[in-house]
């Protein structure tokens, strides 16, 4: 098992119809992320993406809901622009 880290995950747009998914390498992590139906890994930039659907979104939430993660508002109807941070422990 990893150790823990408090780097967060960030999840921000990628290209039409796709969710860019960064965090530094976590095998815990990884095994998360390889349960989300069509996610892929591009090795040149060192993400992953996967599909933006309400779906993905409501799963990648459940997946890592003990660690902090950023979340680009535009991927969260009405919010405003500024990233928005979460961390274990707080609503």
């Known amino acids: 098992m990893d150790p823990p880290t408090t780097d967060p995950i960030r999840i921000e747009p990628g290209k039409p119809g796709r969710i860019i998914v960064r965090f530094p390498?976590?095998?815990?992590?990884?095994?998360?992320?390889?349960?989300v139906e069509d996610r892929w890994w591009h090795?040149?930039?060192?993400y992953w993406t996967?599909?933006?659907t309400p779906a993905t979104v409501a799963q990648l939430t459940i997946l890592f809901s003990g660690d902090a993660v950023e979340v680009v508002p535009s991927l969260l109807p009405g919010q405003?622009?500024?990233?928005?941070?979460?961390?274990?422990?707080q609503p």
């Open 43 to 46: 090795s040149q930039e060192k």
């Open 25 to 35: 390498y976590s095998l815990s992590r990884n095994a998360k992320l390889r349960t």
């Open 50 to 52: 996967v599909p933006h």
């Open 80 to 89: 405003d622009p500024a990233p928005q941070k979460t961390t274990p422990g």
